[in-house]
């Protein structure tokens, strides 16, 4: 829906009604003070001007198909989108048609739009802006270039990045930059100078400052000794941010998702707990690399304690603490009967707080590894937990909207979130603040002690609730992370609103974890660089003394040629003067003759323009003439017209005048009429009054009735001559209508005679046409004579392929008897088949278990020969010791210590036993069981020869029938298909003569429906024959690879002269029948 209201009279007023097909408008800008551009879910563009439509246009965006995308390298320059004309906005049916053909059509969505001096940009699809310059002529716009977000080479899927939806767009103050959000929570920035730089080719958008969390962040923590922030998120990354530079420091992606994060205190280490698998990582310059992985599923919350020599993971609702030295597992703290959701270390790292959804809150000791404070309330499921900087003081925010004070496992003090949950807590190091995060995003900061009242200062950050909240160790910066993907970085200013300062004695460490490896490759390179600059400076020397020599030679030429130009141009200027005195005075006498000619022309001109004036002027009075003498006729018809109509005025005047008058003597005579009667009356009265009273009452009853009808007369003549007066005041406004219409009239009988003209040509083309048209019906009733010959023709040739088909019929089904036996027989091959494979599955277990053996003796002999070397070792170090002992031979009692020494050190008292019969004995039994293995090796290898040459000329056998079988149904393939040609050909003819003549249908139809049957059939067949052929062959191909593998077992030596037929023909007539 789209309305334009206008706010008047204190209400909005609808300007606009909505024409057409409904269209669902997703963006809007305003050009100008009347001007709208509107885009809908179907990429199209509407201009409104004060509510009528001006403008339309429609952006299609071509996805390229398998064949385009070769040439994408090729033809980088060229734009996906087309735009269609302004005179044809909408594309037709056959247009879209045609363009399907070639690519894919999409129709983008326009999320975005933004106004800019020149134009306008718009959102045209995945990842694609589109800029519109207006047009100098007319009120339209043209696209003029396009923007893409680049490809991200940092992420784990590059092509991903391009596929953002652009959901807003704002350009700056100055239009230098525009800037853009995407679906994915990215901001990107391009300057407008270089889009008008890169005309051919589509400019690239650039991160406004770096890559930024695109799902929920779900972890968050900092170290003492760097200015380092760890963040982790559901978008499977973890970046480690620098709050002091506000850069982005290290990122890389995973491929599972990550739930939790902690920073070791030096800042060298962060422990990472993604859904498979828990790891402690080095955080290296350039990388972050993991170097032990612990089996802890799922973990959700981790942390390194205060000191860094501990760190613990939550798997479910078992705490496990490791090592940080070790990197081993030293406690488990189970107790929980729920998720724990959080935990927190005291000071000197001595106690551990939890709490979960089971609403407790537990203190841990880990020197004895037990509870040593628990707080259980049951209506609470606890969100976040930490501790005071004395450790005597715990806080936790929970799903019943209030912040808990315990200590000693009792609640001290609940404080009300009013109507808001609180989902993470934190203390400052000082213990003076205490910050609370909620589920609407917002922050408070109270202090401590608590307040009773509503005593805290609440900012709005976050669009989503809060996840994680954290302090520096300096107290300076409060860092926040929530579901929306934001990280917050808050200044802490106490109330006077002076930063919070805590000297630190030793600043931020500089030091970066670097491997040996890397250090060497950068050496290596490095070396490799200093060799390549110094034979770079090498050949940069060669080449410019080259240069300097050619230059040289060069110029040596150049000033000789110089020095040659210079004499031959003095020569020419010297001859070019000459020539150019005599063109001088030439010139001059030129210009003496034009000046003649020119004064002469202007004569005869002035003679010629005169003459022509006075013949125009003579032309004007006579015309003057006319136009008096047509003004004097026009008015003297005016002058006639207006005598007509006043003697015809005049003429009905006089006849109506005349027609009252005889009405009135009419009236009058009347009225004598009745006074006579009344005298007549009154005298036969007295004379008749001595008559009988009946003539009396006679007489009285007639003249009652005269006089009513007298009356009723009179009556009547009075209407109407109210009726002809009343006639008479119509008729003269009709005599003045006549005279307006008699004068319009005028007018439409110039335009009815033009009319009448084009018309009259009108019917001279459409006599014409149908003539044309006569021509042609002839021409067609010509046509049809010679069809109706022509399906008399081809129903006698129907007639003769409807026999030949009968006769084709027979003879397809003795070759359909033929496959069947051939279906028996590949099925009996495959019952020896699946025989001979059952033997080679024995014969390779075999094979397997003599290997074993063997490995089994290769390792006794490897034993006995560590053990031989070990005891030579022994003899040369007691040898050395007794040559050393020799050299107190002259001295007993030092010679009696250095023998005894030497018993202790070589002789110890478990071998005090006579070893010498014991090693015989050991031999020989060793010497017997080697002799036994051998021959029973050698028996083996034998058996195993003479199996496989039997299975060899097996295997020959069959793969020679095989191949046969296989020839013989690709000859029945064969003869099938060009059966089944001619069918499919009769049955095209028989198609057309059906068309011709559609009054036969009846009688062909069972026919046809008989053809159509038999190839489906035989289709299926054929069908199944396929498949069974391409399980056969795959089943060969197995037996020849196991046949290749027991030909690489030593002892196996092949059949001389017998090589197997190759399968490449009968593959390829396979995939031609299947084709």
């Known amino acids: 829906m789209f309305k334009l209201l206008r706010f008047a009279e204190g209400t909005l007023k609808q300007i606009n009604f909505q024409r057409g097909e409904p269209q669902n408008f997703l963006a809007h800008t305003w050009v100008s003070e009347d001007k709208i551009i509107v885009g809908t879910d179907t990429g199209r563009l509407f201009l409104f001007e004060s509510g009528d439509q001006r403008w339309e246009t429609s952006i299609m965006v071509k996805e390229p198909t398998s064949e385009t995308k070769n040439l994408e390298n090729i033809q980088e320059s060229e734009s996906l989108i087309e735009f269609p004309t302004i005179s044809s906005p909408v594309p037709s049916h056959e247009q879209v048609i045609l363009a399907s053909g070639h690519s894919q059509l999409v129709l983008p969505q326009v999320f975005a739009i933004a106004a800019y001096s020149k134009g306008f940009a718009c959102s045209a699809g995945p990842g694609r802006v589109l800029l519109f310059e207006k047009m100098e002529e007319k009120d339209f716009y043209r696209e003029s270039r396009e923007i893409r977000i680049p490809l991200d080479p940092q992420s784990n899927e590059p092509s991903q990045s391009d596929k953002q939806d652009i959901l807003c767009m704002c350009f700056s103050p100055s239009e230098e930059i525009l800037i853009a959000s995407t679906s994915k929570n990215q901001l990107y920035s391009i300057t407008m100078s270089l889009t008008e730089i890169s005309k051919g080719e589509p400019a690239h958008f650039e991160y406004l400052m770096y890559p ?42 995973y491929q599972e998702e990550a739930y939790t994060i902690s920073l070791h205190p030096s800042g060298h280490f962060v422990v990472v707990g993604f859904a498979d698998k828990l790891r402690l990582m080095n955080l290296l310059i350039d990388d972050i690399r993991s170097f032990k992985e612990y089996s802890v599923r799922g973990c959700r919350e981790c942390s390194f304690s205060n000191g860094g020599h501990l760190f613990a993971a939550v798997n479910g609702n078992v705490i496990h603490i490791f090592s940080t030295t070790s990197l081993e597992n030293i406690s488990n703290l189970k107790g929980h009967t729920g998720k724990v959701r959080s935990i927190v270390w005291n000071a000197d790292d001595s106690k551990l707080i939890s709490c979960g959804t089971d609403s407790a809150v537990y203190e841990w000791n880990l020197s004895s590894g037990k509870r040593q404070t628990e707080c259980v309330l049951k209506s609470c499921s606890y969100n976040c937990v930490t501790v005071s900087p004395d450790a005597k003081i ?292 007295k004379q008749i009054e001595n008559d009988e009273d009946q003539e009396i009452q006679d007489i009285k009853t007639k003249y009652k009735k005269k006089l009513r009808d007298e009356k009723e007369s009179n009556l009547r003549l009075k209407g109407e001559t109210g009726i002809m007066r009343k006639k008479f005041s119509s008729l003269q406004k009709e005599i003045e209508e006549r005279t307006n219409d008699i004068e319009s009239l005028k007018g439409e009988q110039v335009k009815l005679q033009g009319v009448i003209k084009s018309l009259e040509k009108d019917i001279l083309g459409l006599k014409r046409e149908i003539q044309e048209r006569d021509e042609t019906i002839q021409d067609k009733e010509k046509r049809i004579y010679d069809l109706k010959k022509k399906n008399q023709e081809l129903e006698k040739f129907k007639f003769v392929l409807d026999y030949k088909i009968k006769e084709l019929k027979k003879q397809i089904e003795p070759r359909e008897n033929e496959i069947k036996v051939m279906k028996e027989q590949i099925q009996e091959m495959e019952a020896e088949l699946e025989h001979f494979h059952k033997q080679n599955t ?96 050698a028996t083996l290898k034998k058996k195993v020869v003479k199996e496989s040459e039997l299975h060899r000329t097996d295997y020959v056998r069959i793969m020679q029938e095989n191949v046969s079988l296989i020839k013989e149904i690709n000859e029945l393939r064969r003869e099938l298909k060009f059966t089944r040609s001619q ?36 289709l299926n067949e054929q069908e199944e024959t396929g498949r069974i052929i391409e399980m056969q062959r795959l089943e060969i191909q197995r037996l020849r690879d196991q046949i290749q593998e027991q030909e690489q077992v030593p002892g196996f030596h092949p059949l001389a002269g017998i090589r197997l037929p190759s399968l490449v023909r009968s593959e390829v007539d396979f995939e031609v029948q299947t084709n």
């Open 842 to 937: 024995q014969l390779e277990l075999n094979i397997t278990e003599l290997w074993q053996k063997l490995r089994a003796t290769d390792q006794e002999m490897h034993r006995e020969r560590q053990k031989e070397r070990d005891l030579e070792a022994l003899v040369k170090r007691f040898k050395t010791d007794l040559h050393n002992c020799v050299a107190y031979i002259q001295e007993p009692r030092l010679l009696k210590e250095k023998v005894r020494a030497l018993f202790e050190k070589y002789v110890q008292r478990a071998d005090m036993v006579e070893i010498a019969g014991l090693n015989t004995d050991l031999q020989q039994e060793y010497a017997r069981q080697r002799e036994h293995l051998e021959r029973n090796l």
């Open 394 to 685: 715990i806080f936790a925010v929970g799903s019943d909207q209030t912040l808990k004070e315990i200590a000693d496992s009792s609640v001290l003090r609940e404080i009300s979130a009013f109507d808001v949950i609180y989902t993470a807590v934190v203390i400052s190091h000082s213990g003076r603040m205490i910050f609370v995060g909620t589920s609407v995003g917002t922050i408070r900061a109270m202090k401590y002690p608590l307040p009773l009242q509503k005593e805290f200062n609440e900012y709005q950050a976050h669009a989503g609730p809060i996840t994680k909240m954290s302090l520096t160790f300096d107290d300076q910066f409060l860092l926040t992370v929530a579901e929306d993907g934001c990280l917050f970085t808050w200044k802490v200013f106490d109330k006077d609103g002076r930063g919070i300062k805590r000297e630190r004695e030793v600043g931020f460490a500089e030091e970066v974890l670097v491997t040996k490896t890397d250090m060497e490759e950068k050496a290596q390179m490095m070396l490799e660089l200093k060799t390549r600059v110094e034979e770079l400076k090498m050949e940069n020397e060669y080449q410019l003394r080259l240069k300097d020599m050619n230059y040289s030679e060069k110029i040596k030429e150049l000033t000789d040629k110089f020095l040659q130009e210079m004499e031959s141009l003095k020569t020419k200027n010297q001859v070019l003067r000459t020539e150019k005195e005599k063109q001088d005075v030439s010139h001059r006498e030129h210009i003496e003759d034009l000046l003649d000619k020119q004064s002469r022309e202007l004569q005869d001109l002035e003679c010629c323009n005169n003459q022509k004036l006075l013949l125009e002027y003579e032309k004007y009075q006579e015309l003057q003439l006319k136009s008096q003498r047509m003004q004097e006729e026009y008015e003297k018809q005016l002058r006639d017209n207006d005598e007509t109509k006043s003697q015809a005025l005049e003429e009905l005047t006089e006849f109506y005048e005349a027609k009252l008058q005889e009405k009135t003597t009419l009236l009058e005579e009347a009225q004598e009429d009745v006074r006579q009667q009344l005298r007549e009356f009154e005298e036969t009265k």
């Open 212 to 253: 930024l969390h695109s799902a929920s962040i779900t972890g968050l923590s900092t170290c003492i000794r760097k200015p380092l922030i760890a963040t982790c998120s559901l978008d499977r990354s973890v970046r480690i941010w620098n709050y002091e530079s506000n850069t982005l420091e290290l990122f890389k992606e």
């Open 983 to 1018: 069918v499919y050909d009769l049955e095209a003819a028989l198609k057309l003569t059906k068309k011709i003549r559609p009054q036969d249908v009846p009688e062909t139809v069972p026919s046809e429906d008989v053809c159509s049957a038999a190839p489906t059939m035989r």
